[in-house]
């Protein structure tokens, strides 16, 4: 069995799930960075503001899946390591059953909800107001999609699938932007770019059924009361998750009820960039989740090396561009989207790349949480975020602009990022030495980026971004420990021969 544990957690099965699920996320974003200007261009500014808007619903939708996927991802792979995967079928098939009945009854709440919402929660232009209600009622209908697509990537990850998954979600992910460009030609409505997100679901939905279905033969539904486990952790997800939510994108409909649809595109247009980095981080932690599962019950130290390895790889791999757009920003939104854009919100995309960086790395210790079982702990944190920080937002909205509200979700991703560590040492001592090796990294991460942003121009930043870098990347390194220092050493200087290297130094 230990053989079989040690094999999840190794670094072969680890660097190719980091892989793939980066390649599956990157490659979209290099399509959507390109292909932005000219949705913006298509459909105007409010429009455009609407539609970051529906992508922010989206994310909502997603606490319909009760926090079952990456609860499957969690009870699978510690169900693998002890041998007891025979009721994994129909664990899975009343999972979804119970999943898509829940995500259409909410889906149907949103709907009867939204004419309110278009005409007195939102500065809806009227012109816009029965085009908004039509798109966002189609984009309701996507709901049941969303959480039966997570239930099906938990599947996938426990069973460590991240290649398949991901070579079938690519071309998918990648119509998100094309299939909304194309019908535009066709059919200016913000209706035509709903139908082609909800269309691209469905397809992402049967690609993932298509993949699982081997991996359980026995699929059926059984008793409601086999997910009942499930629910258990998967319901503290979901409130950590519904909190998150919150706290993600209530910014957003701050901006939209205080200031004007327009103010909304200049703050959410930054604000979704700088979510791409999530790319790394998130890639890491769903490689991370299911080895931390299989492994944390006896092989602590493994997994106090998982989190190591994760959180380092996250610092050293997110730093650099956070400290390019904290420094540039304003250059590169001028850039990609004009000098408008560029004025109106090249601070907001400084200051909301420090911040980002925070979250990135914090994405290491929730992954962790979720792997012992203690989402609790992570929603409680959560739920003290929101008392302090929604007031907080929508004070320094009304103090500074938007500019302010960027300041108060930096503050509040440095803070999740701290209060998810120390989480994760406490409940789980064998990670505590390393959470506390961490510290040093970050302060010097917070410092360089907080000093690069005030930066006057580009060249200061470049004065203040590089040796900050290097001081951080070292004290970095010092979380390492002596064995794996040694192995560092011969992959410095054979680069060339890093699989080979990690997978024998670092398995």
């Known amino acids: 069995m230990s053989q079989t544990i040690e094999a999840r957690a190794g670094a072969r099965r680890l660097i190719s799930g980091m892989f793939w699920n980066a390649l599956g996320r990157g490659l979209p974003l290099l399509l959507a960075l390109v292909l932005t200007p000219i949705l913006v261009q298509e459909m105007g500014l409010e429009r455009w503001g609407l539609f970051t808007l529906a992508l922010a619903l989206v994310g909502v939708f997603g606490i319909f899946d009760l926090g079952i996927g990456p609860a499957l991802t969690r009870g699978l792979s510690e169900r693998m390591s002890e041998g007891e995967d025979a009721e994994a079928g129909r664990l899975v098939g009343t999972a979804m059953v119970a999943l898509g009945g829940f995500a259409t009854l909410g889906a149907a709440i949103f709907w009867?909800?939204?004419?309110?919402?278009?005409?007195?929660?939102?500065?809806?232009?009227?012109?816009l107001q029965e085009e908004a209600l039509v798109a966002f009622r189609v984009l309701a209908c996507s709901a049941p999609l969303i959480v039966i697509n997570a239930a099906l990537w938990g599947v996938l990850a426990a069973h460590q699938k991240f290649a398949a998954a991901n070579l079938v979600?690519?071309?998918?992910?990648?119509?998100?932007?094309?299939?909304?460009?194309?019908?535009?030609?066709?059919?200016?409505?913000?209706?035509?770019?709903?139908?082609?997100?909800?269309?691209?679901?469905?397809?992402?939905?049967?690609?993932?059924?298509?993949?699982?279905?081997?991996?359980?033969?026995?699929?059926?539904?059984?008793?409601?009361?086999?997910?009942?486990?499930?629910?258990?952790?998967?319901?503290?997800?979901?409130f950590a998750s519904l909190l998150n939510q919150a706290l993600l994108y209530a910014d957003r409909f701050l901006i939209g009820a205080m200031l004007t649809l327009a103010a909304v595109a200049h703050y959410a247009t930054p604000l979704d960039l700088v979510l791409r980095m999530?790319?790394?981080?998130?890639?890491?932690?769903?490689?991370?989740?299911?080895a931390?599962?299989?492994?944390?019950?006896?092989?602590?130290?493994?997994?106090?090396?998982?989190?190591?390895?994760?959180?380092?790889?996250?610092?050293?791999?997110?730093?650099?561009?956070?400290?390019?757009?904290?420094?540039?920003?304003?250059?590169?939104?001028?850039?990609?989207?004009?000098?408008?854009?560029?004025?109106?919100?090249?601070?907001?995309?400084?200051?909301?790349?420090?911040?980002?960086?925070?979250?990135?790395?914090?994405?290491?210790?929730?992954?962790?949480?979720d792997a012992i079982g203690r989402p609790d702990?992570?929603?409680?944190?959560?739920?003290?975020?929101?008392?302090?920080?929604?007031?907080?937002?929508?004070?320094?909205?009304?103090?500074?602009?938007?500019e302010g509200a960027a300041?108060?979700?930096?503050?509040?991703?440095?803070?999740?990022?701290?209060?998810k560590l120390w989480l994760a040492g406490w409940l789980y001592p064998p990670v505590r030495a390393v959470t506390r090796r961490l510290g040093l990294p970050l302060i010097l991460s917070f410092l360089a980026l907080a000093a690069t942003v005030l930066a006057p121009d580009?060249?200061?930043?470049?004065?203040?971004?590089?040796?900050?870098?290097?001081?951080?990347?070292?004290?970095?390194?010092?979380?390492?420990?002596?064995?794996?220092?040694?192995?560092?050493?011969?992959?410095?200087?054979?680069?060339?021969?890093?699989?080979?290297?990690l997978q024998s130094g670092l398995a």
């Open 458 to 501: 580009w060249r200061w930043a470049a004065a203040i971004a590089l040796p900050g870098f290097l001081l951080v990347a070292l004290a970095t390194l010092r979380v390492l420990t002596p064995v794996e220092r040694t192995t560092l050493r011969p992959l410095l200087r054979r680069p060339w021969q890093a699989r080979r290297l």
């Open 407 to 419: 300041i108060a979700w930096g503050l509040r991703a440095a803070m999740d990022c701290t209060g």
């Open 292 to 369: 931390m599962a299989s492994a944390f019950r006896t092989l602590p130290e493994v997994t106090a090396g998982l989190l190591r390895r994760g959180a380092m790889l996250m610092i050293l791999l997110t730093l650099p561009p956070c400290l390019a757009l904290a420094g540039a920003g304003d250059w590169a939104l001028r850039l990609w989207l004009g000098a408008e854009f560029a004025a109106n919100g090249g601070m907001v995309l400084r200051i909301l790349a420090a911040g980002i960086f925070f979250s990135c790395v914090s994405f290491s210790a929730n992954a962790l949480l």
């Open 112 to 127: 009867f909800i939204l004419p309110w919402l278009m005409k007195s929660a939102l500065n809806v232009p009227p012109e």
């Open 377 to 402: 702990a992570t929603a409680k944190l959560v739920m003290a975020e929101v008392v302090v920080f929604l007031p907080f937002s929508a004070l320094m909205l009304w103090w500074i602009g938007i």
């Open 169 to 238: 979600t690519i071309p998918v992910a990648a119509m998100y932007y094309v299939g909304p460009v194309l019908l535009l030609m066709v059919w200016p409505s913000l209706v035509a770019v709903m139908l082609a997100l909800v269309a691209c679901r469905l397809a992402n939905t049967l690609s993932y059924l298509w993949l699982a279905r081997p991996l359980l033969p026995r699929l059926s539904v059984g008793s409601p009361a086999m997910v009942l486990p499930l629910l258990r952790i998967g319901g503290w997800m979901t």
């Open 278 to 290: 999530w790319i790394l981080p998130i890639a890491i932690a769903q490689a991370l989740l299911p």
